[in-house]
């Protein structure tokens, strides 16, 4: 199904910009001989119906999605972030045994249980230049409900969980996208969000091919490229994290008019801090709009646009989507009362692969799919998060659980017991925090602040290594020994 709204935009825009960046520019026709291509490759290099993506936000990540759906298979974009150790979890559990990507990520390959092949190393150019001349093989036959990309997210729990979104959830995620925030075929997208994530895959991959407009992909975030690339290319929707933002308002000497062509700037991945919000509508006359959505629901929500906006908000639920705000048993609560927030439609996944029970833990017989976050709604619908019922943070846009750094902790010869709690950030929205007690044996002299956080980074990603570490006597615990971090909270 994908596939073939690739081709229908391709028959209707083929001379047209498809994407971008800084080392080749495609037109929807030769982005759509490039999947043809790789089809072909594909389908000679494996036999698995999964194929693993490793790449970052840049013109090649498109042909190779579509070349994998094109070859029938589910794509499974990989999280680079990660630590080797953590990305071949994953690529075991996705039983791949096939990445494409490139040489720059060589060292990292070399550590996971699959073979890599590097575009660089195929014959792109002349299979592209060959499917140029010939007539393109037909979309392969796909149901609806077959598994089209299978995202990995920790979800409630440290483990890797792969979450199966079908051609369905995607394709009618993105129809819902395009009605709710009126983008249109002649609009410029710029692409600052890794692939892996399903905001960056949908908003900025997805979304662009159904409709037939341009993309300028930026493989790596950096502010004075950014505004340099959004001046140059006429780019008029940006969907960015909102630490991203506030990294743009941290630059100087930008001119107030630096992002006049702006239509539609989004923002989504972790809460919007209302400094950030105002200070670039006042320096730049540009409103941030808030999205909201999860990876389990391919993944937007709802969505503030510029012709339905309410401060705070982040906006209405898509069209054909279900929402509802229930207390801890269930019940359906009114207008303006704090609950969680559940919804179910065409966006919720398929499931959770091979996890049948954790799955069923998410969503109900009637296809209710627990968010795990708070919220309420206005009388006119627009939705307000307010909080979330697990203590997953969330860094930079990334879920980080408290357990998991927990446990590489306790793993250190000299620690006895470790606690994770949040800290609010104005870079990164919030940051991880941690509080140990030292073994008995251990002098207080024995390991220092920055030896566990360098044994941290040794075993997680940079992103889940706290900033602060309090070497502390005693952790506050209740009568049953459970730590009680709301008290680590009100420490100073």
């Not at 499974?76 to 990520?105: K, M, Y």
């Not at 995620?173 to 692939?195: E, F, M, S």
């Not at 539609?264 to 006042?282: D, Y």
């Not at 971090?485 to 009100?490: D, T």
Request: glycine share 8%; aromatic share 6%; hydrophobic share 45%.
């Amino acid at each position: 199904m994908l596939v073939d709204a690739l081709l229908a935009t391709a028959a209707r825009f083929g001379p047209a910009p498809a994407v971008a960046d800084h080392t080749r520019r495609l037109t929807y026709r030769r982005l759509t001989a490039a999947a043809a291509a790789l089809r072909d490759l594909i389908r000679a290099e494996t036999d698995c119906p999964r194929v693993g993506i490793l790449l970052p936000a840049c013109a090649a990540f498109p042909p190779v999605l579509f070349g994998v759906l094109w070859a029938g298979r589910t794509a499974v974009p990989l999280n680079f972030l990660l630590s080797p150790r953590e990305l071949a979890e994953v690529v075991a559990d996705a039983g791949i045994d096939t990445i494409l990507s490139v040489h720059h990520f060589d060292q990292l390959l070399a550590q996971l249980p699959a073979r890599a092949v590097a575009l660089e190393d195929l014959p792109l150019r002349r299979r592209t230049l060959l499917r140029l001349l010939r007539r393109q093989p037909p979309a392969p036959r796909v149901s609806l409900d077959d598994t089209a990309a299978l995202l990995y997210t920790s979800g409630t729990s440290g483990d890797p969980k792969g979450v199966e979104l079908t051609h369905r959830n995607l394709h009618s995620n993105c129809q819902a996208c395009i009605r709710a925030a009126r983008i249109r075929h002649n609009h410029v997208v710029l692409n600052v969000l890794p692939p892996f994530h399903a905001f960056g895959l949908t908003a900025n991959v997805l979304v662009p091919a159904v409709l037939g407009a341009g993309v300028y992909a930026l493989p790596r975030f950096q502010p004075a490229a950014t505004f340099r690339t959004i001046r140059r290319e006429r780019v008029s929707v940006v969907m960015a994290l909102p630490s991203m933002y506030a990294a743009l308002l941290r630059v100087r000497d930008v001119p107030p008019d630096a992002l006049a062509s702006v239509y539609l700037a989004i923002s989504r991945g972790e809460p919007l801090p209302e400094a950030v919000g105002h200070g670039f509508e006042e320096r730049f006359g540009v409103r941030l709009h808030q999205g909201y959505g999860l990876t389990e629901t391919s993944p937007v929500l709802s969505l503030c646009a510029p012709h339905a906006w309410r401060e705070g908000s982040v906006g209405q639920v898509l069209p054909g989507i279900d929402c509802r705000i229930v207390d801890p048993v269930g019940n359906v609560l009114e207008d303006a009362v704090d609950g969680e927030i559940q919804v179910r439609g065409h966006c919720v996944m398929k499931g959770y692969y091979n996890r049948p029970a954790d799955t069923a833990a998410v969503i109900d017989a009637h296809g209710w799919l627990r968010t795990g976050d708070l919220g309420h709604r206005d009388a006119d619908g627009f939705l307000y998060v307010t909080g979330r019922l697990t203590e997953a943070l969330i860094v930079a846009g990334e879920n980080v659980l408290p357990q998991q750094i927990e446990e590489v902790l306790a793993g250190h010869p000299r620690v006895a017991a470790a606690a994770v709690i949040g800290a609010p950030d104005e870079t990164r929205g919030q940051v991880p925090v941690a509080f140990v007690t030292l073994a008995e044996d251990a002098g207080p002299q024995s390991v220092s602040e920055h030896d566990l956080r360098s044994y941290v980074r040794r075993h997680l990603a940079g992103h889940k290594v706290p900033r602060r570490i309090h070497i502390t006597d005693q952790l506050p615990t209740g009568p049953t020994g459970k730590i009680l971090k709301r008290k680590l909270r009100e420490e100073p």
